[in-house]
């Protein structure tokens, strides 16, 4: 099978892991070779609730046997969807009332940044340095990383990255910029939060400039901080929130979040300017309506900051640098590549799943499932200590 891999399916490096999923239950996820791992990186913050959450599962049942695709965004009233915006737009602040379906996160990005566009009349967009919003060419547009970037030049004009966490330069946000779109805890930039204070002050900034805000919670979001999304605990609201991943328990799906009257201008001039025939396709819908319900009625969130606590105590010190991010979306500061390398392989090679964030190599992602039990997790940390201890 690995041979037809390679030879049909597209590759992005030259390196891929290659492990042949034969299924994945709750934590673990199963080789065709009969090995089992511990996904101590949830799918990168997909699967929050696990493998194959059984009301995930049920609600994709029962959707199957309704219908499938049936017509292109916003025409038909689809219940999973409806249902869906209802219970997410009830659980955020109230100018964050509409939502709108696409199928990944990085289209997500390009609706937001066309929305931000559209509705001020203005072009010029403000990003950070380190971030990630995603591949398309918009979204490559306000990624902070030349690396990425340079090979696809010239992207979107207009666009000016700052350093993320500074105050330097906030007074590019003028009466000529559309958005300010950030991640409230950059994630592929190494799980860096942003400081609250100075989020207050981007805010403050939009607002005199009539730039829109934009947040970036694709990765952060659906209760993987600890709360239902990170900017809740930042006491700051964005204009627009973007979000995917985690959304609906592992089926592909993206949205746009933002008030009623900023969406008015997507309906004219000309109308149907933002069209996708797939965005919030119900099978999805009912999966991120089954999965938010569960998300909101169970103890995840409490959960989340049990882990966080839990994974800094038992790490902290102890050979790795720093232990940061919140929740349990979290990051392993190590002090070098080599070093991040073998601990990453020498847990592969203990069962244990965790990667790296695409900006760094020095530091190890760890997002667990918030359904994991203290025993397993107590068992991959010491299973990440001893591979610390051994190669530092
Ligand atoms: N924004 C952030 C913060 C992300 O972490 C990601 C995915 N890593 C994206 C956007 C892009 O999402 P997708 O891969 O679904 O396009």
Redesign the pocket.
Known sequence: MLDKFLKHIAQTSDAPMGLEISHAEGPYLFTTDNKRFVDFISG??VSSLGHRHPKVIQAIHEQVDKHLHVMVYGEFVQKPQVDFAELLTSNLPEKLNQVYFVN??????EGALKLAKKFTGRSKLIGFKNS????THG?LSVTGRDVYRDPYLPLLPDVHFLDFNSDEGLDLIDDKTAAVIM?PIQ??GGIIPARKEWLKKVRTKCDEAGALLIF?E???GFGRTGNLFAFEEYQVVPDIL?L??AMAGGMPM?AFVSSLEIFQTFKYDPPLNHVTTFGGHPVSAAAAFANLRELLSGNYLQRAKEIEKLIKQTLTGKGIVEVRGKGAMLGLQLESWDLTKKVVEDCFENGILLGWT?HSNTLIRLAPPLIIEDELLEEVLHIILSAVQKHA
Do not use: P
Request: charged share 25%; with cysteine.
């Open positions: 990168i913050a990944s996160g990085t289209e997500a990005t990630y919003h995603g591949d979204s991640e994630g592929e970036d694709i990765q952060s973007c995917a991943k993206g695409l």
